[in-house]
Nanobody, 118 residues
């Protein structure tokens, strides 16, 4: 089946920089859109950024201008870079991949915690 391996995250100071990466694996699967979502305690999961396998990107309103998503299709890996971090960026960040084999389905990583200290 599909596995998503996330790395990065941790404790970051406000105004700092963050880099997350996620590698997807799964025999026979094609990975279409990949991206990152986040969920803070008591809040709904929201889009941070996503990228198609053609390189088209989409960003959540709260991170526009502070965030860059990129991917390496040969490695099935997506990268998220975020600067000017704020305490409100504190959340669990989840990798998402839309994988296709006969039909498309959403897969999620286990999540990585990002805490921004003021």
């Amino acid at each position: 089946q599909v596995q998503l391996m996330e790395s990065g995250g941790g404790l970051v100071q406000a105004g700092g920089f963050l880099r997350l990466s996620c590698t997807a694996s799964g025999s026979g699967f094609r990975f279409n859109d990949m991206g990152w979502y986040r969920q803070a305690p008591g809040k709904q999961r929201e889009l941070v950024a996503s990228i198609s396998n053609g390189g088209s990107t989409s960003y959540g309103d709260s991170v526009k201008g502070r965030c860059t998503i990129s991917r390496d299709n040969a490695k099935n890996t997506v990268y998220l870079e975020m600067n000017s971090l704020k305490p409100e960026d504190t959340a669990a960040y989840f990798c998402n991949a839309k994988a296709w084999r006969w039909y498309e389905r959403d897969y999620w990583g286990q999540g990585t915690q990002v805490t921004v200290s003021s």
